[in-house]
């Protein structure tokens, strides 16, 4: 019977948005096309876009998309692809144990597909187009409109450049990967004891409730091309989410997606309960070179992930690139010092550990601070993250299985604050655009280092409280319909064969 719900569920979720969509497709199209469908922070280049207005009259030409900046896009979004299948399912199925290995690897990979689908069904909708401060519009739904009959073209998103576009396609494809990974990382926090058909429900839950509300308030904005002249600058940032009214940097998702599935994991942990044996049975990982190949292709994924959000293939995209090497190196040396410091011996785990520490703190900074303050950001970050699985680990008391809070959340948030340090001009940063209309930048002299780190702090909180409310809602939901842990002869014998009827290795 909890089967037979699960499925309804699912189901039933789809079958709403798509008669939603459907109903939203057959009326009249409105008279303009849908206002910016954006990803962007408050500094220079450094996330999203608006879609580009709809041509005013016949006479005026459809923009044409940069062919160099729209094929960088497509190359970040397999990059991002990669991150999620294999690099993260392999991280963490190395992490566990063997029983437990493919559980892993479908939890991650079936939740990635989800979100994919539910992504263009209405996600991208709710998250980049224009509504509220809290939540967007219904204008994409099931991407309606992202074709233009009348012009025979794609329609186009703006980049962080007055008159650059990109097709609006392959915006909405890079974002969709965004949110396929969020999901899959809170998979880590309840690895090993949770129903695979409740984590898909919490999935569909969560991500409707919490990762696109957050998208849209952290990246939607008008784009630059909407700030046309002085008299329309308040109009304009007014139609932004709220954290983009604030002011607030997150260049590639330390709040959207690190902080926010961290918090979720955290939750998860807490909600579902400990692993049978924790604390007394020995749950080493079982595969500490599958982990080592998972953290690799993580690191070359995350250069589509942080690189690809400047959605130009120009400086801030190098700066974005240089900053995810630099600052991981630095991550995973400080990681290696810590545990040599600690134990007297520096381990592979630690290091695959450290690299992934480094690229989470780094994410939301990448584009937005100078190459001596990425360093920073990296090394501070490796023995930051040390402290979250060991010392804080042990002062929340949670089975966080695989450490999603203290590498994702404590990394996160770290790598939030210090973009508020960094940002500043006088201290190498690029700072950020100051008026939209004139595309100028802010003066070392009207930085203030003070303010911007409050407005960071405040981002920081909106996001945990926003994500903490959301999953506890959504985990009970998914467990009163469906259940959210297995039984413990199911969690004993190894969610392998007691959830997928197979197993990862044989003899």
């Not at 144990?97 to 079936?110: A, T």
């Not at 990967?177 to 695979?196: D, N, P």
């Not at 480094?358 to 993250?385: E, K």
């Amino acid at each position: 019977m909890k089967k037979l719900l699960a499925s309804l569920a699912l189901g039933l979720s789809l079958l709403t948005c798509g008669s939603f969509a459907l109903a939203q497709t057959a009326a009249p199209a409105a008279a303009s096309a849908p206002a910016a469908e954006a990803k962007a922070d408050a500094a220079a280049p450094a996330t999203a876009p608006a879609a580009a207005p709809a041509a005013a009259a016949e006479a005026v030409p459809v923009p044409v998309p940069n062919k160099g900046d729209t094929s960088w896009m497509l190359l970040s979004t397999l990059l991002v692809l990669m991150m999620a299948v294999p690099g993260l399912a392999l991280f963490y199925g190395g992490l566990v144990r063997s029983k437990n290995m493919l559980s892993v690897l479908m939890q991650v990979m079936v939740t990635f597909s989800l979100i994919l689908v539910l992504w263009f069904i209405y996600g991208y909708s709710l998250a980049f187009t224009e509504g509220n401060a809290y939540i967007g519009g219904f204008d994409r739904l099931f991407m309606k409109g992202i074709w233009d009959n009348a012009t025979g073209t794609f329609a186009n998103a703006a980049t962080f450049s007055k008159g650059v576009y990109i097709p609006e396609i392959s915006f909405a494809a890079f974002q969709a990967t965004f949110a396929g990974i969020t999901c899959a990382l809170i998979v880590g926090a309840f690895a090993e004891r949770a129903k695979f058909s409740g984590v898909l429900l919490f999935m569909v839950l969560w991500f409707t409730f919490s990762y696109v509300p957050m998208a849209h308030m952290v990246w939607f904005w008008m784009g630059p091309d909407a700030y046309a002249s002085k008299e329309v600058v308040d109009e304009m940032t007014s139609k932004a989410g709220l954290l983009w009214q604030w002011g607030a940097l997150d260049f590639a998702g330390g709040t959207v997606v690190h902080i926010n599935a961290a918090v979720a994991g955290l939750v998860g942990a807490f909600m579902i309960g400990k692993r049978v044996g924790y604390g007394k049975e020995a749950m080493a990982p079982h595969s500490l070179t599958l982990t080592m190949v998972g953290a690799s292709l993580l690191w070359v994924g995350w250069f589509g992930f942080n690189a690809g959000s400047a959605l130009e293939a120009n400086g801030f995209a190098a700066l974005a690139f240089i900053n995810t090497m630099i600052a991981t190196a630095a991550a995973v040396l400080a990681w290696c010092m810590g545990e040599a410091l600690m134990r007297g011996k520096a381990s592979m785990l630690g290091a695959a550990s450290g690299a992934v520490a480094g690229l989470v703190a780094i994410t939301p900074a990448a584009g937005n601070v100078g190459i001596g303050g990425g360093v920073i950001i990296g090394f501070v970050s490796g023995f930051a993250c040390l402290w979250g699985v060991n010392g804080l680990k042990k002062l929340l008391g949670a089975d966080d299985s695989l450490d999603v809070f203290g590498v994702h959340g404590v990394g996160g948030i770290l790598g939030a604050l210090l973009t508020g340090v960094f940002n500043s001009p006088s201290l190498g940063g690029p700072g950020f655009v100051a008026d939209w209309v004139t595309a100028t930048m802010v003066t070392p002299a009207d930085f203030s280092i003070g303010a911007q780190v409050w407005v960071q702090a405040k981002a920081v909180l909106v996001t945990v409280l926003w994500s903490g409310v959301v999953s506890v809602i959504a985990y009970k939901i998914a467990d009163i319909t469906i259940g959210l842990r297995v039984s413990e002869e199911e969690e004993r014998e190894g969610l392998d064969i007691s959830s997928h009827g197979e197993s990862a290795y044989h003899g």
